[in-house]
């Protein structure tokens, strides 16, 4: 009998728990067990890992991306950036299947040298940003993309719980899905499973697309532990 793939979760040193609940919960309907990779408490290798979700969490340091460093108007956490830039890096370089969800679409931009706004009044001080963990808001997904090949919908109902947004795209990643003039999510064609989305796939567990959106992810993590 197979064994299930194994997910490594980023997390901070302390809270998120209810995003972790809810990730883990999503992971283990779609056949997945998980493990959480913390900056100041991780001793689990990259090595045992078949897939590697970003959470949400923190804004991110203004200094990663080129812009001031006071231009954040909310608590960093440097050591969570730093680690998950490394995370990010050694499961691409592996090729391990890679989710990153709100913050950590942010970072996987950052990491291959994108932007952000360091708040969403930066990109429009007159854009209506509001925040909740259920379905507030359109995306409207670009039909050739991985997001439209998991939805089959040029629109999906979403939420929105973040500060910051994407500026400038990094290198080789494309824009999947827009709300307005925020990004809504990133991928990159060249790579079995590498997905950012600004929102919060884990709270809308009762919603088929973004159960749809766990279920491609760790079909991706089960074909990486089969030849792995």
């Not at 992971?27 to 949400?56: E, F, H, M, T």
């Not at 830039?85 to 990153?100: C, E, H, S």
């Not at 929102?199 to 279920?215: A, C, G, Q, V």
Request: positive net charge; contains cysteine.
């Amino acid at each position: 009998m197979a064994t299930k793939p194994l997910v490594g979760i980023c997390l901070p040193n302390k809270g998120n728990f209810f995003a972790y609940a809810f990730i883990k919960l999503n992971l283990r309907l779609q056949g997945a067990y998980c493990v959480r990779l913390r900056p100041s408490k991780n001793n689990v290798k990259l090595k045992r890992l078949d897939g590697l979700i970003l959470s949400g969490g923190s804004d991110i340091n203004p200094v990663l991306y080129g812009a001031n460093k006071d231009a954040h108007n909310t608590p960093l956490d440097k050591k969570r950036d730093a680690f998950e830039l490394k995370m990010i890096d050694k499961a691409y370089k592996d090729r391990i299947p890679i989710l990153g969800i709100c913050r950590g679409a942010q970072l996987i931009n950052i990491y291959f040298d994108g932007t952000l706004y360091p708040t969403i009044l930066e990109l429009d001080e007159y854009i209506i940003h509001k925040n909740s963990i259920f379905p507030i808001k359109i995306a409207f997904i670009k039909k050739i993309s991985k997001l439209f090949s998991i939805t089959n919908k040029k629109e999906i109902v979403v939420n929105s719980i973040h500060n910051q947004a994407i500026n400038k795209v990094g290198e080789k990643l494309k824009v999947s899905a827009c709300h307005d003039k925020i990004i809504e999510s990133i991928e990159k064609e060249d790579y079995p499973f590498l997905l950012g989305v600004q929102w919060h796939p884990e709270y809308l567990i009762y919603l088929k697309d973004h159960r749809l959106i766990f279920k491609k992810f760790i079909y991706f993590c089960k074909k990486y532990k089969k030849t792995t």
